[in-house]
């Protein structure tokens, strides 16, 4: 079940909506000023790590794009 995240362009609140299908109708509005124009915005999430097999650790790297700020995160993994 996907969560998708949206940005109204209108008030700029944030807001969640889950889908328990692709084929599912839902109104699409902000739920708080009811308009209908948002953006999609790609999910922060939270994650914790401890060192992968190697020793590598989990790194991230912040810089500065056109929404604000964007970070990258390097997780290590089953090759590490």
């Given at each position: 079940m996907p969560i998708y995240e949206f940005?109204?362009?209108?008030?700029?609140?944030?807001f969640e909506l889950l889908l328990m299908n692709s084929?599912?109708?839902?109104?699409?509005?902000?739920p708080q000023c009811k308009s209908e124009?948002?953006?999609?915005?790609i999910s922060t999430t939270h994650y914790s790590m401890a060192t992968g097999a190697s020793g590598a650790r989990p790194s991230a790297q912040t810089r500065?794009?056109?929404s604000g700020s964007c970070t990258t995160y390097?997780?290590?993994?089953h090759g590490d």
């Open positions: 940005k109204c362009l209108q008030c700029s609140h944030v084929d599912e109708q839902v109104e699409m509005c902000c124009n948002f953006e999609r915005i500065t794009c056109s390097d997780l290590p993994g």
